[in-house]
């Protein structure tokens, strides 16, 4: 699918940059032991990958 695919059926795209700091909040978070804000910001970066069929590493 597309991105004017998405567009169309009213799916959000973040770009790369909100991703990235998704990515990096969840590390803080997990660099404290804060293992609930890292398991729902880990969720949170699944579910966004899989929405726009992302294939990047959720690590």
Known sequence: MNLVELQRRG???MDEKKMEKLYKLKEAA???GDNEASAA???????LENLVGGNRDAG
Do not use: D, G, N, T
């Open 11 to 13: 799916v959000v795209v």
């Open 30 to 32: 997990e660099s404290v």
């Open 41 to 47: 910001l880990r969720w949170a970066i699944f579910e």
